[in-house]
């Protein structure tokens, strides 16, 4: 056998080795102790589609780093002690635990590629922090230059390939840390449709799951405690609702309080209105979506964006703002304002809540958009990056 023979032969083996059995990945996920929900989904979900032969990824292992007796009780696992465990102890813990294609599904964990043998693939979420602090964020400032945030993503042009979650992120990559375009691939994260689902209950029955008692007629919802969620609007736009309609509107918070969001409650006049869930079990998320009529997201950046899927995936209408890549991921909604627009939201609420035929629209299309996230998909689309890393030798084209 030769010549254009030998070629085709060899093409057809490398085919089949990428596709049918690809060996030995490994998916470094962060800390626990970080509480990075959805990092930590992002990796766990991952690795389960990956691990049940979706596309075909074959030998494929979960990195969990955890953190000794001993150091938990000297270090502890405050903000500074994690920084210890991040910086200091990660490193070493995977030293010798690399593999073929070696996956940090969190960016900032890229300073692990010069402790990994093997191929490295590294995801990135968002570079808000980055971005807050030179500026390029509306109305969102960062009081300290992110150091260690730099210090990881410095390693980011020793990976092998760089997935995204976003098109907006890729061009934060290309642009601010001078990624070149053919190193990244934009793969959209899944969703668990098992968990984020309409539930069809009664809304007494979610609340008392909720242990909360309803007092209004319509409840809007806003997650999260982050500075670009850009709660300040979503509680401006309760208070117009309120005046316009008096007692009809509460709202719910998912998420740790603090102390600007109190002191704007007070200043807004609107504290009796909310309802603090705090910190909640993710299993009970899709109660809360189920049990509120809209999702008020008027975040002025996301990298991605999960809480709106979410919300649409358990028949939820959702008002986002355009900005970064929530433009990507609900652009088919009639519901979406720019993030400071006060009016927008009132108007878009006041809207869903009186024309029921405009609701259910857009209730239908943010379902048919919750169905395009979905983790086999992911998993297929990593598994390929996985397989042309793994090609070696096999000649491409």
Known sequence: ???SNDTEFLLGFCEVRAIVS?????????FMEDRRISMDAYSSSLYESIAVDSGGCGNASLFRPTIPRLLKRVIGTTKLGMR????????????????NVNHISEHGYTHLIPFLRGKTVVTVMDLIPLLAWRGEIEGMSYPNRPRLLEYSLGFL???????TISYATKRDLIRSVNIPDSKIVVIYPGLDHDLFRVLNRDRDILAAFLGIKPRFQRYLLITGREPYKNHVVALKALARLQSLYPERYGLLHIGPGYP????EKRGLGVSHLVEELGVIKRELLPVVYNFVD???FPSVYEGFGWPPIEAMACGTAVVASKSGALEEVVGDLDTTVKPHDVDGI?????KLDSNPEFHQEQIHRGLK????????????????VYAKLLEGGCPHG
């Open 369 to 384: 958009i919750a169905k395009r996230y979905s983790w086999d998909r992911a998993a297929r689309e990593t598994c390929r």
């Open 22 to 30: 690809v060996p030995d990945i490994r998916i470094f996920r962060n």
């Open 157 to 163: 042009k020793k990976a092998d390939k760089v997935i």
């Open 294 to 296: 809209f999702l008020l």
């Open 346 to 350: 009132v108007n878009m609420v006041t």
């Open 260 to 263: 600007e969001l109190e002191q």
């Open 1 to 3: 056998m030769g010549g």
């Open 84 to 99: 210890f465990h991040r910086y200091v102890l990660y490193p070493l813990l995977v030293m010798n635990k690399g593999a």
